[in-house]
T-cell receptor
């Protein structure tokens, strides 16, 4: 079955630590995205990548970093510079920028 | 950037009735608009896409309309079932981003 896998489902970290969230897809999609979802707010775009070795900042990129070394993988690092990292993080992919998004089932990050 | 408003945070409806959810946007009209379903603790799942030159789109019990004059899309679920209970998100394409609304949580009461 094709799809997007995010791991782990729950992640706990202490303040000041960097943490990397995994996202893998086997849909052969070129475009991949990271969104953040907070209660009462719409999904907000952190970073997106349209092709391997290229990525662009979204609306809330500060305190985050990404890499796109392989088509299948788009890991997100939440750095200690992110002021409010506790959130539900969603990875998505699409065939191209105008196609609907396929989402993973998210990683809930809690930083204390 | 686009501002998107979905009519209400929560909507309760009796089983068998038609649920109608609203998505209003400001600024420019997008080339197309998408609707997604999200269950608790899960990622959104794509349902329907409607283009600006399409007035209406149907898929089984789902119907979407798109009025670029009113800057509004309506999402209908006919013959609603308890299994339709979820949060429904609308999304519009911007220059570099897909903007999402905050969603409407639909509860279908048996």
């Amino acid at each position: 079955d094709g799809g997007i896998t995010q791991s782990p489902k729950y992640l706990f970290r202490k303040e000041g630590q960097n943490v990397t969230l995994s996202c893998e897809q086997n849909l052969n999609h070129d475009a991949m995205y990271w969104y953040r979802q907070d209660p009462g707010q719409g999904l907000r775009l952190i970073y997106y990548s349209q092709i391997v070795n290229d990525f662009q900042k979204g609306d809330i990129a500060e305190g985050y970093s990404v890499s796109r070394e392989k088509k299948e993988s788009f890991p997100l690092t939440v750095t200690s510079a992110q002021k409010n990292p506790t959130a539900f993080y969603l990875c998505a992919s699409s065939f191209d920028r105008s196609s609907p998004l396929h989402f993973g089932n998210g990683t809930r990050l809690t930083v204390t | 950037s686009q501002k998107i408003e979905q009519n209400s945070e929560a909507l309760n409806i009796q089983e068998g009735k038609t649920a109608t959810l609203t998505c209003n946007y400001t600024n420019y009209s997008p080339a197309y608009l998408q609707w997604y379903r999200q269950d608790p603790g899960r990622g959104p799942v794509f349902l329907l896409l409607i283009r600006e030159n399409e007035k209406e789109k149907r898929k089984e019990r789902l119907k979407v309309t798109f009025d670029t004059t009113l800057k509004q899309s309506l999402f209908h679920i006919t013959a609603s079932q308890p299994a339709d209970s979820a949060t429904y998100l609308c999304a519009l394409r911007g220059a570099n981003n897909l903007f999402f609304g905050t969603g409407t949580r639909l509860t279908v009461i048996p």
